[in-house]
């Protein structure tokens, strides 16, 4: 029998009284006696608390009646022996080691790296194949209608020139052996200039201003090819299902949603979602240039019109660093498209 | 004639004005139990009618009664020896011990594929709790994490479903008015399942507020403040926080709220200068767009087209104008609205002296967030005490009567899906601001 000071609240008042509590092992019952108070609880009507840090804890009685006791070391021994059937604290022991605290660094580190690079990736690329093909289509419709009216005007290129572009195409994709049902749209880009870009449906933009650009039709082919890539890839899909995993990811670890949408989470939220943009570009360079090949098209010609794009736009003339970049820089990607044999 | 509610709930009366009083030295009855005045329809706190008041007290120089309780009680009262000094919040939270917890916390919240959240939550804000003493007691914190486990599988099922639908506008749009009907809704359940799940010295708090309330504070009221440019904002945060505030109670005592619409107007303007630059810079990039328009449509095909990273390059320069006035305006309206919340909230007499300083706050989160992010998030425990220590230390309690005298009341259990929901889409009904 082990006696331990403690306040009592009966749960009807916010009036303290200081109580001794005794644990009597044989009949299994808790005594709680001060100077107003004197009460006798079988075990089924006790529940303890579990250990946390320091702080005091609570012993709970069925009436509504608790005691707040402070010396946790006398209580977890009273406890062993009184009622052993409340289980040991082998939460507190977890939270209280710092050997385990150190594994759990190393392991959390290794497993938000692991996350990131493979896992999430990996994940976001199931899910975006296995949303039903109508679901693209409404989106890409969708999306293309907000963009007409936006920032796209209708096109200036002539009938002839459309005509021979989408025959130029449709006989790539025929050599290629691509049967997937694409569909291009030429629009003028209201100040963006140059530029393509492909719509999970399967619809792909391409800007009066490149189609300019370009010297030679084949480079047109190729950049279409790059953008066929992001289609059959899923990119945009797998984009979309990255990035909101990785600000749900952000708010759960720290447990706070609003700083991530202000500002310890901003920024290396968009530089994870630079990177996995990056690694789209990459991927959908690797494949256009196989599937050129295939058409038997030289794939230089996609170099050469991401040279074009690149001092048409003046993009290496700023000095940001890679990993700010939504894109590869110009140069590494040449390199890797002629690297590629 | 009065008609009032006793310390064991039922309704004793009519009764003269002059055996209140006689009760009230007798200590049966405290000036914080409801009373009702024949031939009317509205429950109020003893304390409320004029009857019943403390004598008026010189008005301090700040517009608030003096601070000294002796002076508001009647001669010959029984009333305890409550403490007459303000009294601090303290709290004893240390973050080496925090960390491991929190470490833990995620470990298995990790391991468990999400399902250990709820746990992680409640052992959270048990640390928290129980490390905060207010009149020599701590809070206890009884939440039961199954019930946060059906919260936040709720919520996360919301929470997806709008985010896929996002690629669908027109499905969005729908499911986000249906959202934002049911927001007050789970604004209410969550006031409720953290203020009944809160307890101190052995008594619940708990949270009054109905759906139809809240809609007005929470939907209706908020819609027309667009229509104002704005100005309406403060009326309308004044009447949030008098919504929430007013309907907590501890035990049976309700909690009152005296904030003017004029002090939130003082607060909103003053915040309103530091967003000044965001603003600016706001119409700056207007005139960018717009100059590139121009220039684009003049030039024909002649123009060299500007590249979308020397658009990015101006979003930059834009962070390091509108990132910091933001951040520094936001941490000068926490402390006030802070401030204002407590300062004007009160419990049967029992009143709250909050004193955050701006500066305080401005340094306490600009190192938090900072550390924060330099060490991956790893710090966060570090930063989380350094904020709870900063609130305590910001606060003080004015108690008033015994302390000892508060009643429990009859309370039913309530869902945590609305819990779940603020946690998840972050409310701002906090509170404590």
Redo the contacts between chains.
């Keep these: 029998m082990t006696d331990i000071p403690a306040t009592y609240f009966d749960g009807r008042t916010s009036r303290p009284h200081a109580v001794t509590l005794r644990w009597h092992a044989l009949d299994g019952v808790l005594e709680v006696a001060g100077e107003e108070v004197a009460l006798r609880l079988a075990r089924r009507d006790v529940t303890v608390e579990s250990r946390l840090g320091r702080g005091p804890r609570f012993i709970r009685f069925a009436d509504g009646g608790r005691c707040e006791v402070a010396d946790n070391d006398t209580l977890d021994a009273v406890i062993a022996t009184w009622a052993p059937q409340h289980g040991g604290n082998w939460l507190h022991r977890l939270e209280t080691s710092w050997r385990l605290v150190a594994v759990a660094v190393v392991v959390l580190g290794a497993a938000m790296w692991a996350a990131i690079h493979h896992g999430l990736p990996w994940g976001a690329k199931k899910v975006a194949f296995m949303l039903p093909a109508e679901f693209t289509r409404v989106l890409g419709d969708q999306t293309l209608e907000a963009l007409d009216r936006a920032m796209l005007a209708p096109t200036t290129l002539t009938h002839e020139r459309q005509i021979k572009l989408r025959a130029d195409f449709a006989a790539f994709l025929q050599a290629a052996g691509d049967t997937t049902p694409y569909q291009i749209e030429f629009r003028a880009l209201k100040g963006q200039g140059a530029n393509a870009f492909a719509l999970p449906s399967g619809t792909i933009v391409i800007s009066d201003e490149l189609v300019l650009l370009a010297e030679d039709d084949r480079e047109i082919v190729a950049v279409l090819a790059h953008e066929c890539a992001h289609v059959r890839h899923r990119h945009v899909l797998r984009a979309v299902l990255q990035n909101s995993a990785v600000v749900v990811a952000f708010a759960l670890v720290t447990g706070d949603a609003s700083s991530t949408a202000a500002f310890g989470g901003a920024v290396p939220t968009w530089l994870l979602q630079s990177k996995f943009s990056r690694e789209f570009e990459r991927e959908a360079d690797a494949d256009a240039v196989e599937k050129l090949r295939a058409a038997g098209l030289d794939p230089a010609h996609l170099a050469t019109m991401l040279g074009r794009l690149s001092s048409a736009h003046g993009d290496d003339k700023l000095a940001l660093p890679e990993y700010a970049r939504s894109h590869p820089p110009t140069q590494e990607r040449i390199n890797a498209i002629k690297g590629a044999r | 004639m009065f008609t009032i509610i006793g310390v064991d709930g039922k309704e004793y009366g009519p009764v003269t004005a002059d055996q209140i009083r006689q009760w009230i030295t007798e200590n049966r009855l405290t000036p914080a139990m409801q009373a009702r005045r024949e031939g009317e329809t509205e429950w109020r706190r003893i304390a409320d009618f004029a009857e019943f008041a403390p004598p008026a007290p010189p008005v301090g120089a700040d517009g608030m009664p003096p601070l000294d309780p002796a002076a508001t009680v009647a001669p010959g009262a029984a009333l305890p020896a409550a403490p007459a000094e303000p009294q601090p919040v303290v709290f004893?939270?240390?973050w080496t011990?925090?960390?491991?917890?929190w470490?833990?916390n995620?470990?298995l919240?990790?391991v468990t594929l999400?399902i250990y959240?709820a746990w992680a939550?409640v052992?959270?804000r048990?640390?928290f709790c129980?490390?905060t003493r207010v009149l020599?007691?701590?809070f206890?914190y009884l939440a039961d994490p199954v019930k946060i486990l059906y919260g936040n599988l709720i919520v996360g099922a919301i929470?997806l479903a709008l985010?896929l639908s996002?690629?669908?506008?027109?499905l969005y749009l729908c499911l986000l008015l249906l959202f934002s009907i049911a927001a007050p809704w789970f604004i209410v359940r969550a006031l409720a399942f953290n203020a009944r799940n809160t307890a101190?010295?052995?008594?619940r708090f708990n949270f009054t507020g109905k759906y139809g309330g809240s809609a007005m504070v929470f939907l209706l009221w908020p819609l027309m403040v667009p229509f104002t440019m704005g100005l309406l904002m403060p009326v309308v945060a004044q009447k949030q926080k008098d919504f929430v505030v007013k309907h907590h109670t501890f035990?049976r005592t309700a909690f009152g709220f005296r904030g003017t619409v004029e002090a939130f107007f003082k607060v909103y303007g003053v915040t309103l200068l530091f967003f000044l630059p965001v603003i600016a810079a706001y119409f700056g990039f207007i005139a960018f767009m717009i100059k590139?328009?121009i220039e684009?449509q003049k030039g024909g095909?002649g123009a060299?087209?500007?590249?979308?990273?020397?658009l990015?390059?101006f979003g930059?320069a834009m962070l390091f104008v509108v990132?910091p006035a933001?951040?520094i305006g936001?941490q000068y309206f926490r402390a006030r609205m802070f401030n204002l919340l407590w300062n004007n909230s009160s419990l049967a007499g029992t009143r709250f002296l909050a004193s955050m300083r701006f500066r305080d706050l401005l340094l306490v989160e600009f190192t938090n967030?900072l550390v924060?992010?330099l060490t991956?998030?790893?710090l966060?425990p570090w930063a989380a005490i350094r904020t709870a220590k900063l609130r305590a230390d910001s606060l003080k309690i004015v108690p008033f009567g015994n302390?000892?005298?508060?009643?429990?009341a009859e309370q039913s259990a309530v869902g945590a899906v609305g819990d779940s929901a603020n946690?998840?889409?972050?409310f701002d009904i906090g509170f404590g601001a």
């Design positions: 004893t939270g240390e011990e925090y960390f491991k917890i470490i833990v995620v470990l919240t990790i999400g959240a939550k052992r959270k048990r640390y129980a490390n020599g007691h701590t206890e929470f985010a996002q690629m669908m506008p027109l101190w010295r052995g008594l035990g590139l328009a684009t095909g060299r087209p500007p590249s979308t990273d020397s990015a390059l930059i990132v933001t951040f936001i967030k924060v992010a991956l998030g790893f966060f302390p000892d005298d508060f009643i429990a946690d998840f889409f972050d």
